[in-house]
């Protein structure tokens, strides 16, 4: 993760160097703590762009965005302003701004009704957009406004002015979606007030506009995407308000309705399913149970043709859950039944049998599920029911079980803690000694014939297999000796650092013997300005932890140095390790 201390090395040299030229030249005009760790700045370019950085309590950098137009990660402008952060805030010199809020607050409430009337009027005359959000804001306060209409026509003008033809490029699409996720930011506002009806017509207008947009749009960003699914999400928000009255209800419920009916909501991702959901829980809410089950089983009709259809499965799904929702079990049991064969269903029943504690026919259904999955060769499905498996030999308490899967999860395509910890403590710390010390014994014979057997075939070293397969264990169980043993054979810088903190302590000077060669073939690879800074970064740092290698240290830096004599990029940034000679003199 990015932070304020180093965040240049992990950003093209370009993008970094352009934004230094802002930052010297103080582009960013403005800069305020707008709340704890969210700051707010405008930089000027060929524009005045808006930049927010968010930080965490340890100056790393959460999260970022600028309105600017560029398409890449990170702008200059952005990085103008971390530089002029990293500088204030690491020196602690900025002061936070609460007061400008609460300086803006005190003048709110000194200015009376007529004053406030009189600059809504005046803005209103020389903006129309300003006019414009003003009467949705309080459409409420006026029954003859037809908010629908405002916001549909108001829409599409915001599309029309993004458009090509028929198409909107990915540059058009980041303005536009900020200005659309302007219009939900009221719809969110109006729920917070209560005033759902008009709360909802917002985000009906937007889905209905943006949902044909996706089809001739380069949404490469998924900015539009996530406007449709911040619009139904909206949507789902006020269905399951408390406060709500029926009559908004159903209006969402015949907009869902008509919606759920267009296979464009289904066709460019997992939105009609999202809606569908929705009008689940309206239909239990104003008991259209018939209408919502017709609806399912046209679904279930229509993907009955294909020979596996993740739509069919989906609907088979829902519809048992709906009956059980209402209280028909026998026909949510009979369905069950009959489609066993459908993951999610056979794991519903499953859970059904686990919470009776029928443990005997969860572990038959759970069986015979592992076979369909390895037929229709699905190795993450088949994964997923031997956990099953694994939870219900804990409720009974069968070690035998619990050892076999938390033994085979623990190294299943990685090392997982908490299985090896569950593992371990099956065992008493005798029995358990015996057992880790049989299980690294049967990976080094593993390691060394596989090795053997593909001899002169392979690129890998045994001890590169064995580093990783051995490393975590060793840590685990504290096997400093035994960890400093495999790592010894590690020539690349990046590995051993790995184990730095661990060996550290015990082991410094031991360290110091792996990594003077191995930052030495770091010099001869390393091919940028940011690798060569990691490389410096990394050398400072084991002068900082192990002080007594400072001078072979500075030595393997200078020899590089002289080495490559026509790198300055190199040869600037490995000055900073030279350099400390003289700064701890």
């Known amino acids: 993760m990015l932070n304020l201390k ?15 030229e802002y ?43 600028c309105d600017c137009p560029y398409d890449g990660d990170m702008c200059k402008h952005m990085v103008a302003v971390l530089f002029i952060l990293r500088e204030e805030l690491l020196d602690n010199i900025v002061k936070k701004k609460t007061a400008t809020k609460t300086d803006f607050k005190k003048l709110l409430q000194k200015i009376s009704l007529e004053e406030y009337q009189e600059f809504i009027q005046a803005h ?10 003003v009467q949705r804001y309080f459409a409420d306060k006026d ?44 719809s969110q506002l109006l729920i917070e007030k209560g005033t759902f009806l008009n709360a909802f017509i917002i985000a009906r207008s937007v889905l209905i506009e943006v949902i044909e947009i996706i089809t001739y749009c380069d949404d490469s960003s998924g900015y539009i995407g996530d406007i449709i699914n911040s619009s139904i999400g909206l949507i789902k928000n006020i269905a399951e308000e408390v406060s709500v009255t ?87 049991q009979a369905l069950v039944q009959k489609n066993l064969d459908i993951v999610d269903v056979r794991r519903g029943e499953v859970s059904r049998l686990v919470e009776e504690r029928d443990f005997f026919s969860a572990k038959k259904l759970i069986i015979e599920g592992i076979e369909i999955a390895r037929k229709k060769d699905h190795p993450g499905i088949v994964t997923g029911w031997e956990k099953e498996l694994l939870q219900i030999a804990v409720l009974e308490n069968d070690i035998e079980t619990i050892r076999y899967y938390t033994k085979h999860f623990a190294f299943d395509r990685g090392f997982h803690l908490i299985y090896y910890n569950q593992w371990k403590s099956s065992y ?19 390691v060394e014939t596989k090795y053997q057997n593909e001899k002169g075939k392979v690129w890998y070293s045994p001890h590169t297999l064995l580093l990783g397969l051995l490393a975590p264990i060793y840590i685990e169980e504290k096997y400093w000796d035994r960890l400093l043993s495999l790592i010894s054979n590690e020539i690349d810088l990046d590995r051993l650092l790995q184990y730095h903190d661990h060996l550290l302590n015990i082991y410094p000077v031991q360290l110091l013997a792996l990594y003077l060669p191995a930052f030495e073939r770091k010099g001869d690879i390393v091919g940028n300005r ?6 410096a970064s990394k050398m400072i740092m084991v002068i900082e932890t192990i002080p ?31 350099n400390i000679r003289t700064k701890m003199t």
Not at 27 to 50: P, R
Not at 149 to 174: A, V
Not at 530 to 535: I, K, M, S
Not at 551 to 578: G, N, S
């Open 6 to 20: 180093n965040f240049e090395l992990q950003i093209s040299d370009k993008i970094v160097f352009r934004g230094r």
């Open 23 to 65: 930052f010297e030249n103080d582009a960013v005009v403005d800069l305020e703590e707008t709340e704890e760790g969210l700051w707010y700045a405008e930089v000027m370019g060929s524009d005045t762009y808006e930049v927010e950085v968010k930080l965490s309590g340890n100056k790393k950098i959460e999260s970022y965005s």
């Open 124 to 133: 209103a005359a020389s903006d129309k957009k300003f006019k414009s959000l």
């Open 143 to 186: 029954s003859q406004m037809d908010i629908a209409k405002s916001y549909t026509k108001h829409l599409k003008s915001l599309i029309r002015s993004r458009s090509s033809g028929d198409y909107i490029d990915y540059r058009s699409i980041y303005g536009l979606a900020n200005e659309i996720n302007g219009l939900l930011d009221e």
């Open 246 to 332: 029926i009559e908004v209800q159903k209006e969402i419920f015949s907009f869902v309705q008509s919606a759920i009916s267009l296979p464009i909501y289904f066709d460019y991702g997992d939105f009609g399913y999202d809606m569908v959901n929705i009008y689940s829980i309206l239909a239990i809410k104003l008991n259209k149970h018939t209408s919502y089950l017709n609806f399912i089983d046209g679904q279930i009709k229509k993907a009955s043709t294909a020979e596996y259809s993740y739509r069919k499965d989906y609907f088979l799904v829902r519809k048992i859950a709906f009956l059980k929702t209402i209280g028909n079990i026998s026909d949510a």
């Open 428 to 446: 008493d710390i005798a029995a358990w000694e015996q057992e880790i010390e049989e299980y690294i014994e049967e990976i080094i014979s593993r």
């Open 530 to 535: 940011r690798e060569y800074a990691d490389l």
């Open 548 to 578: 007594v290698g400072k001078d072979e240290i500075i030595f393997v830096a200078e020899e590089i140095c002289r080495k490559y004599p026509r790198r300055p990029a190199m040869i600037d940034e490995l000055r900073r390790v030279i």
